[in-house]
Every structure is written in C-alpha cells, then in structure tokens.
C-alpha cells in the first residue's frame, strides 16, 4: 500500500481539502480502494466522511501512536493507497507520520508568510529521506505573487504544475461531503484536480519503480 502524506506546519494551507479531492480523484481514476486517514484533532475530514452519500474513499481515524499497526491492517484489508492527512503546526507528530510517506505533498498558500514558514516542513521531510513534492494552493490567476511563489519553491524541490486555485467552489462543494469532481465534473477546479492527481499518481509510479517505495 503506497501512502501519500500532506503535512504543513502552517494552519490554512488547504491540506484537508486537497487530502479530500486528491482521495477522491484517485477512486475515480482507477487507483483505489483508498482510504483516508484524519491525524488532524480537529476532525476536519472526518466530519466531511460523516457527511458524505459516498462509500468510497473509506475513513480511518487513528492515534499517532495506532498508526503503524493500523497502516499494516488497511493494506492486509486490500486498500492500494492511503491518504493522509496531518495536524498543523505539530512537527514532532509530523515527522513521526512522514517516515511512514511514500511521498509526501506539501501545500502552500503563495503568501510571503506562508512561504517563509514552509522550510521547518521542507527539513522534516528532508531529514525522513522522502520524496516530496508542493502544491500551490489557493492561488490568484494572473498574480505575480503566484509566480513568484512558484520560482522560490521550485528552488527548494519539484512543485506541481497543476495549481490549485483559489475558488469557491471548492468549499462549497465540501458542505455536503462531496467534491468538485462530482458537484461540477467537467468545471475548472475538477479538471485542475484530476490534473493533480494524475502528477501525484505519476510521481508515485517513479518511486514504486525506483523501488524507493516505503510500506
């Protein structure tokens, strides 16, 4: 089971949501079962599940101490992939879930504060020898300040193509456990999305055929 980590030690990177739609990308292209694990305390992706018509992605919610044990279940279940969603600002308990990351994806609202606090991620991820990867998220179209956010991290490792742009609709779709993927399919937030997940899955695959894959 290859297992997909978002950390951010910054508050309001939109990793909860990105942890949603990325689980539920992935279940529509094929790549499933997934699961989607919530570390988070506040419960965020757990609420939306509880919400949700949908069966599939499955939830779990687990201690950080329950996660290794409950990591080797959920694949000895069948699950291919599991979506991990991580706590703020907690570094140790970040760190203790990126060991356990095939990759790990970090997303980052392109704002001088936002980028100056995702270096303490940068180094944990860093220290863990995972590969990894940022996602720019709530971005402005045509801003320079995207643009340059872009550049700066691009200097510190790769950074997805596929922005994740600052759109309503994204929340609104959560209200009622669902995602752009299904309230708006063919809108531009589902296509940016799909666009994501297919570099998250590609990225994957490079690593599972390095054999850097971490179980």
Do not use: C
Not at 3 to 28: N, Q
Not at 50 to 71: F, K
Not at 73 to 102: C, H, N, Q, W, Y
């Amino acid at each position: 089971m290859q297992t997909v980590v978002l950390a951010s030690a910054k508050g309001g990177s939109s990793k909860t949501t990105l942890t949603a739609h990325l689980g539920v990308a992935a279940e529509l292209a094929g790549s499933g079962p997934v699961v989607l694990i919530d570390l988070d305390p506040q419960g965020s992706l757990a609420a939306w599940w509880n919400v949700r018509e949908a069966d599939t992605p499955a939830i779990s919610t687990v201690s950080l101490a329950e996660l290794p044990e409950r990591l080797a279940a959920l694949e000895k279940a069948g699950f291919a992939l599991a979506m991990i969603d991580t706590p703020p600002a907690m570094t140790v308990a970040i760190r203790a879930v990126v060991e356990r990351a095939s990759f790990v994806m970090i997303p980052v609202k392109p704002s001088p504060h936002d980028l100056r606090s995702v270096g303490a991620t940068v180094e944990i991820v860093r220290e863990a020898k995972r590969p990894f990867a940022f996602a720019v998220t709530q971005a402005k179209p045509n801003t320079g300040l995207t643009v340059q956010a872009t550049a700066a991290l691009s200097e510190h490792g790769r950074v997805a193509p596929n922005l994740m742009h600052d759109r309503v609709s994204y929340a609104s779709s959560m209200i009622d456990g669902r995602t752009v993927l299904e309230t708006d399919p063919r809108g531009p937030a589902a296509v940016e999305m799909k666009a994501l997940w297919k570099f998250v899955n590609a990225r994957l695959q490079e690593i599972t055929k390095d054999g850097k894959d971490a179980k």
